[in-house]
């Protein structure tokens, strides 16, 4: 069981915009901005898209945006694209250690 | 731009200690900047961190596995490696080495597969 709760899956149309949630408790998520999210497609190493909740490193198109709540944080992808089918995981500082969600399926339709 | 790549044997007996190395390019693993790092993911799963090592040689471990690893740093050779003992058929995963700032992981190598077996 994973330290952080992502849905399994998620998927939208072309063009639209799809939110993945994470749940974390108030020694990771809630205590840290310090949460990334990871792309990885079949085979291939995870792509940081975000990192320190709202930050994207250069090169990632601003479709992608993060934002946190409390325990929670969200990645949104906004103007869906084929290519962005793919495995999407959270994570987050926790203290002394990381912790990751165990993913999302994001399957464009 | 870090350039990172792990190395080491595909093949580890059950109950041995699995040894891998990372070799970083492109910059010093001296530098302040970064933590250095491994993370798992078996086949069909999600990703784990295991731990991470800064250069002065201070580490940070998952408590789960805090018990088997090991993460050691060789600042002569760029290179960082992760042992882990007494391993079973749940550590066979595709091993990643990554860099690591303010707990997110910006470059990673290209990741190696692990498997336990006799």
């Known amino acids: 069981q994973s330290a952080l709760t992502q849905p399994p899956s998620a998927s939208g149309s072309p063009g639209q915009s799809v939110t993945i949630s994470c749940t974390g408790t108030?020694?990771?998520?809630?205590?840290?901005?310090?949460v990334s999210w990871y792309q990885q497609h079949p085979g291939k190493a995870p792509k940081v898209m975000i990192y320190e909740v709202t930050k994207r490193p250069s090169g990632v198109p601003d479709r992608f945006s993060g934002s946190k709540s409390g325990n929670m944080a969200y990645l949104t992808v906004s103007g869906l694209q084929a290519e962005d089918e793919a495995d999407y995981y959270c994570?987050?500082?926790?203290?002394?250690?990381?912790?990751f969600g165990g993913g999302t399926k994001l399957t464009v339709l | 731009q870090l350039q990172l790549q792990e190395s080491g044997p595909g093949l580890v007996r059950p109950s041995e200690t699995l040894s891998l190395t990372c070799t970083v390019s492109?910059?010093?693993?001296?530098?302040?900047?970064?933590?250095w790092s491994w993370i798992r993911q078996p086949p069909g799963k999600g990703l784990e961190w295991i731990g991470s090592i800064y250069s002065s040689g201070s580490t940070f471990y998952n408590p789960s596995l805090k018990s088997r690893v090991t993460i050691s740093i060789d600042t002569s050779k760029n290179q960082f490696s992760l042992k882990l003992s007494s391993v079973t058929a749940a550590d066979t995963a595709v091993y990643y080495c990554?860099?690591?700032?303010?707990?997110?992981?910006?470059?990673w190598g290209q990741g190696a597969l692990v498997t336990v077996s006799s």
């Open positions: 990554t860099s690591e700032v303010n707990s997110s992981s910006h470059f």
């Open positions: 994570s987050s500082h926790a203290g002394a250690h990381v912790v």
């Open positions: 108030s020694s990771d998520v809630g205590a840290y901005n310090y």
């Open positions: 492109g910059g010093s693993i001296s530098s302040s900047s970064y933590f």
